[in-house]
């Protein structure tokens, strides 16, 4: 029997002797158990005035959530990617570099052409695949603890974050040098724009969660 076996079993045999929530995580973390794993043992069971515990539905990892999550974080990917390739090709075209060869110069337009197309194609699904999921977390409250959406969502918080950090180093390593030019604060201040939204959106998503799984 695993921990996590070990601690639903308690759980289970406290709750149907009737010890009340509290005393049961008091206990809990006296034992040394982390306030994350009392939480979700507790979770399992709803509170419902029963003779014995009622079980919450659990979250599974299905092959349809999976291709679920994965349309949706790839395309989101997708999307921001293009979005900021657009945007940097947008301030190529303001601020024309006087030091670039003709094949980097002719290859802007291809460049905004294609990251157009991908925008128009990948946008769309993105959105409707995220309000899709939405109406079924609604509906269907046990998805939010889906291992798979909290993976891709640690995931991508986690490449929003270092591509901030990256950033950050790369404006203020420019600052120090002197080398500070519009582009380049448009190009960085783009590429924030987009990771910051991107790491804001999901990480007031993942507080939300949590509020809302409490026992």
Not at 44 to 72: K, M, W
Not at 110 to 128: E, G, H, K
Not at 151 to 160: E, F, I, K
Not at 190 to 196: F, R, T, V
């Amino acid at each position: 029997m695993t921990a996590n076996q070990e601690l639903a079993t308690f759980v289970h045999d406290a709750l149907t002797r009737a010890t009340p929530r509290d005393q049961v995580r008091n206990v809990l973390a006296q034992a040394g158990w982390s306030a994350e794993d009392i939480g979700a043992a507790l979770r399992g069971y709803a509170e419902i005035d029963f003779p014995i515990p009622v079980p919450r539905p659990r979250p599974s990892l299905s092959a349809r959530d999976a291709f679920q999550y994965l349309v949706l974080f790839g395309t989101l990917y997708v999307s921001a990617y293009n979005l900021g390739l657009l945007l940097y090709q947008l301030i190529n075209v303001a601020f024309p570099d006087p030091a670039w060869t003709q094949y980097q110069v002719r290859a802007v337009p291809d460049l905004i052409r294609w990251s157009i197309a991908a925008l128009v194609v990948s946008t769309p699904i993105f959105v409707y695949v995220a309000r899709a999921n939405a109406a079924a977390v609604r509906r269907f409250p046990a998805m939010r603890s889906s291992p798979i959406r909290r993976w891709l969502t640690y995931l991508t918080l986690a490449v929003a974050a270092g591509i901030l950090m990256g950033d950050s180093i790369t404006a203020l390593y420019q600052l120090l040098a002197g080398a500070l030019t519009i582009p380049f604060v448009l190009k960085a201040t783009a590429l924030a724009g987009i990771s910051g939204a991107i790491f804001y959106y999901y990480l007031v998503d993942l507080r939300r969660d949590e509020v809302e799984e409490q026992p």
